[in-house]
């Protein structure tokens, strides 16, 4: 059956139904897992192949994720990382250069800095990301500019629309990763940006049980990432494909109803006598709240608070909650916490971290479904003990 537009649909309809490749023969609702790697061919425009990014499964998914984030094309990738990589090597060349922030996911952070010098690729970290910083750090050489916003882990935003105004302005590709948001909370698309990233790891796989990563964007810089991605490999099984469609179905109720929690806990957090800082863009007392209601339709469900007493009182607290688990990751239904100090930023020396603004005390929240009462005395009971 052939798949209706779905453009015009709501987002929670979009989760549901759009690309669904709905089985003729038996009327089943759900796209069927076609288990094959090898396809009959003809119209040479239509081979199939796994790693031609075009099989049934993977086209359900990349067809409701292109609806939900307003893309012309889309390609899976199996990480996040694989998805970052194909970006950035298939867009640019030997003698090109790349605009990066310093704040970002500590794994894209290693692949710039390890990798992108062995393809003869340079590049610039900024401190800041404000438009200024950015057009300084242009050169003649420049391809484009890296967002990641709101950043790991403090949370800082950075202004889509103007920089992917400035990239437009300079001939320039706009790039982000748009893992913390989702969708569901921010379109950088419609804000002007060229290509958007996801590590699916996190939303869009939503139950900490898969992992894969997505490239989406307009049309030109995604034909180009096609030819690529075909020739580098790195695509998605159909297995994998129908668990992710499955767990697509509830992004927007699972991300809508994280995010209302991480608010309730960021303003009970705010309140406590123990916890020094929070770091949420719902918050008033956000430096960015501003910018964080122009371009982002909910404040998302991450979040980052420094409690008294350092490392030795934030791994206390870590051992003394019930219900939200200590783990890396983040996005899935359940709420996890890290400490930053001992996993993204284990690298760093503490002289760096502080720089950074990364302190001991420092913890990271990854807000679940549970019921917010039930989070917020974990964690009161969590700050209360001695
Ligand atoms: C913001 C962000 N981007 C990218 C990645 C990389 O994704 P993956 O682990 O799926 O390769 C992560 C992983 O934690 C992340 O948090």
């Not at 790195?234 to 994998?240: I, K, P, R």
């Not at 929070?278 to 409690?307: D, I, T, W």
């Amino acid at each position: 059956m052939s798949n209706p537009n779905t453009s015009g649909w709501r987002t929670a309809t979009q989760c549901v139904h759009s690309g669904t490749q709905l089985d003729e023969n038996v009327k089943g609702v759900n796209t069927p897992i076609h288990t094959s790697s090898a396809f009959g061919y003809g119209d040479p425009a239509d081979n199939k192949y796994p790693r031609y990014y075009n099989t049934p499964n993977q086209k359900a998914v990349v067809d409701k994720l292109c609806a939900l984030e307003h893309a012309e094309e889309g390609m899976l990738f199996s990480s996040g990382m694989a998805a970052i990589s194909a970006m950035v090597l298939g867009l640019l060349q030997s003698g090109d250069h790349l605009v990066i922030p310093k704040e970002i996911y500590g794994g894209s952070y290693s692949f710039f800095r390890t990798e992108l010098p062995r393809f003869g690729i340079g590049f610039t970290l900024i401190n800041d990301t404000t438009p200024e910083a950015y057009a300084a750090a242009i050169t003649p050489a420049t391809k484009a500019l890296y967002m990641e916003t709101p950043s790991n882990p403090l949370l800082k935003l950075t202004d889509v629309a103007a920089i992917a105004k400035l990239a437009k302005e300079r001939g320039l590709l706009s790039f982000i990763d748009n893992t913390f948001a989702s969708p569901i909370n921010q379109l950088p698309l419609q804000m002007g940006v060229d290509v958007v990233m996801h590590s699916g790891t996190k939303y869009f796989g939503g139950h900490s049980d898969l992992c894969f990563g997505v490239l989406l964007g307009r049309r030109e810089p995604m034909q180009k990432l096609r030819t690529h991605a075909v020739n580098t490999g790195g695509s998605l099984n159909a297995q994998t494909c129908a668990l992710i469609e499955r767990s697509l179905k509830t992004l927007e109720i699972r991300v809508e109803r994280q995010t209302l929690n991480a608010q309730r806990i960021a303003e009970f957090l705010e309140q406590h006598p123990n916890v020094l800082k929070v770091n949420y863009p719902g918050l008033p007392a956000h430096p960015q709240h501003e910018l964080a209601r122009k371009q982002m339709k909910g404040f998302g469900a991450m979040l980052s608070f420094e409690v008294a007493g350092g490392g030795t009182a934030a791994d206390a607290l870590t051992d003394r909650l019930q219900i939200i688990m200590p783990a890396l990751s983040l996005g899935g239904v359940e709420s996890l916490i890290c400490s930053p100090r001992k996993t993204s930023h284990l690298k760093m020396s503490a002289a760096e971290r502080e720089e950074a603004g990364i302190s001991d005390g420092l913890l990271r929240l990854s807000v679940g479904i549970e019921a917010a009462e039930d989070l917020i005395a974990d964690l009161d009971s969590a700050l209360r003990a001695k």
